[in-house]
């Protein structure tokens, strides 16, 4: 089990590669293998800010997992895409979010629909306590 530090979630499963990588970097690697992205439109994504996304970019293309280039029609966008070398660890971590939504739903099932109606409603009260923590502590 893995918590993301860009979210407040749960990730079953850890990372198998050999590579010392966060949550976050491997959210990236996930994103990054769905299309070419822009530092901006990742943290936008992941709900971070782009100097959180620029450190994550930064170890990922030292490691080289990610490559960048330069965008066609505006030399100022750097794009950033997947190396070879990123694309099982990106895989692994998509399977890891459908194995943790398998087990939710799974579990979910468990219960009926008034005991969902009241875990739901102390989730969205999880999550806004938490979000407000995260707004007083910046």
């Avoid at 739903?105 to 938490?130: A, T």
Wanted: aromatic content about 4%; overall charge neutral; charged content about 30%.
């Amino acid at each position: 089990m893995q918590y993301a530090e860009n979210k407040h979630e749960i990730l079953l499963g850890a990372c198998e590669s050999h590579l010392k990588l966060t949550s976050t970097q491997e959210h990236i690697l996930m994103l990054l293998s769905n299309e070419v992205s822009t530092n901006a439109r990742i943290a936008e994504q992941l709900k971070i800010s782009p100097a959180a996304v620029t450190k994550a970019l930064k170890k990922l293309q030292e490691q080289e997992l990610i490559m960048s280039s330069r965008a066609s029609n505006d030399e100022r966008v750097v794009l950033w895409s997947l190396t070879e070398k990123a694309l099982p660890i990106a895989k692994e971590h998509a399977e890891h979010h459908k194995k943790t939504l398998a087990t939710y739903q799974k579990l979910g099932n468990k219960f009926n629909d008034d005991e969902q109606k009241v875990i739901i409603k102390f989730m969205k009260l999880l999550s806004e306590e938490l979000s407000s923590e995260k707004s007083e502590t910046k």
